[in-house]
């Protein structure tokens, strides 16, 4: 074993050996298996099953076999195959992961989203569990229509994909296309689609050369506005140039989305005690301000990291402008007595736009500045 894959069996063990999870207020933490929502958990599964399949296979070198993650479809030809023998070896393979067996119905059966019939050949189509809700993104929503178009094509592809004749392509296309109708899609809407998707389909276009476009993001209004804005590109001729895409503002599912705990600081915080602002210590991606008290000179920063950490560097790092300010000018005073900091503008996630504002105030309040340098003029060209 080499040194590099010691180093990833030891980040792999961290990962999956320390998730813990905050239950009112109690910390969980997994004792066996794979933790739900790490995001290595099903490339581990997989590689996982893979190493289940390869022990079923060399018992069992003439069963046909085929897996999605946990889920599988397996031929058995030989009419004297004894499956009760089968279920028990793969149950026994490990203790922890137990297989149950759903035999076909009539040479009918469902696997995922596809229902197999077996009639001298295989047949598939799209299958709906009976308890599916059925519920789909609807019309009325309000986004762009295209979203709808291409929620409306996706599924009239999972149709085709999901079918390997004529006539079951046909019952499923129907199929999907009921599932619209009964989330109040309009016919005309759905025809259009169903005949732009069969045209791609069967009568491809060849790629456009010009595929350079300027994406330009507008916020979503109504269709109207949409219609309006293309209409303007093309009033102009810069169709060919310049694309427009709309986005909705925040869905309701995040409006109405539980706030996150927030993060207070202890009592006595030497941090918060320096800011008139209230539970500012664990903010991040904010342009900050500190100020000396005595002599009304002023440190201007960013920072995408916790506040107060930054804070904290700049009073005890030797090489900040703020600790050299206090060593050079105020050195018998307490340094945290002396300076108070302040957020200018929070919630900037993009570190562009944080770095423009840092340089604004910069240049604002040159004249009292400890920063030690003139604002970045590559970022000032609009001010």
């Known amino acids: ?179 619209f109708l009964n989330n109040n899609y309009p016919w005309a809407f759905l025809h259009k689609c169903l005949v732009k998707f069969l045209q791609k389909l069967y009568f491809p276009l060849q790629p456009k050369e010009n595929n350079n476009f300027m994406h330009i993001k507008l916020p979503y209004i109504n269709d109207s506005f949409v219609f309006k804005c293309n209409k303007l590109l093309i009033s102009l001729n810069l169709n060919h140039v310049i694309r427009f895409y709309f986005s909705t503002e925040k869905t309701l599912s995040l409006l109405f989305a539980p706030k996150k705990e927030k993060i207070l600081c202890q009592t006595n915080c030497n941090t918060c005690m320096m800011t008139q602002q209230k539970d500012i210590c664990y903010a991040k991606n904010v342009v900050y301000m500190i100020e000396c008290v005595l002599c009304k000179k002023i440190y201007i920063g960013e920072t995408k990291r916790i506040l107060k950490t930054r804070i904290n560097e700049h009073l005890k790092h030797s090489t900040s402008a703020v600790f050299k300010h206090w060593r050079d000018m105020h050195a018998d005073s307490n340094v945290h007595n002396i300076f108070s900091f302040s957020i200018v503008h929070n919630n900037i996630p993009h570190v562009h736009k944080r770095l423009v504002i840092e340089s604004f105030y910069i240049k604002k309040f040159r004249a009292s500045l400890m920063n030690g340098c003139e604002g970045t003029p590559t970022y000032l060209s609009g001010f």
């Open 1 to 179: 074993m080499t040194s590099l894959s010691k180093h990833k069996r030891t980040m792999l063990h961290l990962c999956f050996d320390n998730d813990v999870i905050i239950s009112d207020k109690q910390y969980y933490k997994q004792s066996f298996g794979l933790p739900m929502g790490n995001p290595l958990s099903p490339m581990a599964a997989i590689i996982y099953m893979n190493d289940i399949e390869q022990n079923i296979f060399c018992q069992f070198p003439d069963i046909k076999w085929k897996r999605y993650i946990d889920d599988i479809f397996y031929i058995v030809y030989d009419i004297d195959f004894d499956m009760e023998y089968f279920l028990n070896f793969v149950n026994n393979i490990n203790p922890y992961i137990q297989f149950t067996h759903e035999p076909s119905v009539n040479n009918s059966m469902s696997f995922l989203d596809m229902s197999v019939v077996y009639n001298d050949i295989f047949t598939t189509k799209l299958f709906f569990k009976d308890v599916h809700s059925g519920v789909i993104l609807p019309y009325t929503s309000h986004v762009p229509k295209i979203m709808k178009r291409g929620i409306v094509l996706g599924e009239l592809r999972r149709a085709i994909w999901r079918s390997n004749t004529d006539d079951t392509k046909v019952e499923s296309l129907k199929l999907t296309l009921q599932r």
